[in-house]
């Protein structure tokens, strides 16, 4: 550590560089200069700099004496102080929406892409889910697999039993990509009407006929109409699941409105509500992907919000 400090004041670099930043009126000069800082010189010395002012809290066995120790200090602090201005010199500078993005590439910089990523999944992110009822559809379901899968994107489908039967494939698609499966009764029907039997019947015949397709279970339950009898779920051991927002995709049937609806509502914790049978819901359902992933949302499977 000696030798760089010694190294610092013969070359003068302390004393000079702060004279020479104030004529650096040129933009690509004091870009140049602040790349050269982050990534050649200035951010490495001050890593051996903290090292160093930090010896003697680590008890290390290094003989020092008083004022060699004060001296390291005092340049530690002149070194932070540099890199502190050359950085804002240059940030002032940037136009604000190149700031964005040089932001992240002097992170990279820094600490490297892989440590970039680690801080950017340790940032909280408003979380939505995307559930998808009456499926699945042999027409439309496909296609919302196909591009779920090359968005990388986990969803939630609560089948009808009646269509477990004409579509096994899909189902088990579903369950081998990675989104919740869960159960919407075997015809449809509005379980608060039924005898507590015949409701028992229509859940418990969809649940075997997934559990024979995917070799799983359903945990979860969405009500056909959200009608949901008191204290079934104890009859079942299922968890109904319902909803915050209600595209009402099956009336209108149009892709513009449907992603409309959802981007005026939508908010931390949403549970949408569409069905995967309409070619517009599954043409707006990838676009609302994306437009809500530019806007910072993680999508979830609904357990990830019920259950966190």
Same mark, same amino acid.
């Given at each position: *550590?000696?030798?760089?400090?010694?190294?610092?004041?013969?070359?003068? =670099?302390?004393?000079?560089?702060?004279?020479?930043?104030?004529? *650096?009126? /040129?933009? $690509?000069?004091?870009?140049?200069?602040?790349?050269?800082?982050?990534?050649?010189?200035?951010?490495?010395?001050?890593? =051996?700099?903290?090292?160093?002012?930090?010896?003697?809290?680590?008890? !290390?066995?290094?003989?020092?004496?008083?004022? &060699?120790?004060?001296?390291?200090?005092?340049?530690?602090?002149?070194?932070?102080?540099?890199?502190?201005?050359?950085?804002?010199?240059?940030?002032?500078?940037?136009?604000?929406?190149?700031?964005?993005? +040089?932001?992240?590439?002097?992170?990279?910089?820094?600490?490297?892409?892989?440590?970039?990523?680690?801080?950017?999944?340790?940032?909280?992110?408003?979380?939505? @889910?995307?559930?998808?009822? /009456?499926?699945?559809?042999?027409?439309?379901?496909?296609?919302?697999?196909?591009? !779920?899968?090359?968005?990388?994107?986990?969803?939630?489908?609560?089948?009808?039993?009646?269509?477990?039967?004409?579509?096994?494939?899909?189902?088990?698609? *579903?369950?081998?990509?990675?989104?919740?499966?869960?159960?919407?009764?075997?015809?449809?029907?509005?379980?608060?009407?039924? +005898?507590?039997?015949?409701?028992?019947?229509?859940?418990?015949?969809?649940?075997?006929?997934?559990?024979? $397709?995917?070799?799983?279970?359903?945990?979860?339950?969405?009500?056909?109409?959200? @009608?949901?009898?008191?204290?079934?779920?104890?009859?079942?051991?299922?968890?109904?699941?319902?909803? &915050?927002?209600?595209?009402?995709?099956?009336?209108?049937?149009?892709?513009?409105?449907?992603?409309?609806?959802?981007?005026?509502?939508?908010?931390?914790?949403?549970?949408?509500?569409?069905?995967?049978?309409?070619?517009?819901?599954?043409?707006?359902?990838?676009?609302?992907?994306?437009?809500?992933?530019?806007?910072?949302?993680?999508?979830?499977?609904?357990?990830?919000?019920?259950?966190?």
């Amino acid at each position: *550590m000696k030798d760089v400090f010694d190294y610092l004041e013969e070359e003068d =670099l302390l004393r000079n560089l702060p004279e020479a930043l104030p004529q *650096m009126e /040129d933009e $690509t000069a004091a870009k140049r200069i602040e790349k050269m800082a982050l990534e050649a010189f200035y951010l490495p010395v001050l890593f =051996l700099c903290i090292l160093s002012y930090t010896e003697q809290s680590l008890n !290390l066995k290094i003989k020092e004496s008083p004022g &060699t120790l004060m001296k390291k200090r005092k340049v530690c602090v002149l070194l932070i102080l540099i890199v502190v201005f050359v950085l804002a010199v240059g940030w002032k500078r940037t136009d604000p929406e190149v700031r964005r993005t +040089s932001g992240k590439a002097i992170a990279e910089n820094i600490a490297g892409q892989g440590m970039l990523r680690l801080v950017e999944q340790s940032v909280e992110h408003p979380k939505a @889910a995307l559930t998808f009822d /009456d499926g699945p559809d042999a027409r439309y379901t496909s296609v919302l697999l196909d591009g !779920l899968r090359a968005r990388n994107i986990k969803v939630s489908f609560f089948l009808l039993g009646e269509k477990v039967e004409q579509n096994p494939d899909l189902v088990r698609r *579903m369950q081998e990509e990675g989104h919740l499966v869960g159960n919407h009764t075997y015809h449809h029907v509005q379980l608060d009407k039924l +005898s507590d039997a015949k409701a028992r019947e229509e859940i418990l015949k969809t649940n075997n006929l997934i559990y024979e $397709t995917t070799g799983r279970y359903p945990q979860y339950m969405r009500p056909p109409f959200g @009608a949901w009898k008191k204290n079934l779920e104890l009859r079942v051991e299922m968890m109904p699941v319902f909803w &915050t927002i209600d595209t009402l995709d099956w009336k209108i049937q149009n892709t513009e409105q449907i992603i409309k609806t959802v981007e005026e509502k939508i908010k931390d914790g949403s549970i949408i509500l569409m069905h995967d049978e309409y070619k517009t819901t599954v043409e707006a359902a990838l676009k609302l992907a994306d437009s809500l992933k530019e806007k910072g949302y993680e999508l979830v499977k609904v357990d990830e919000l019920i259950m966190p």
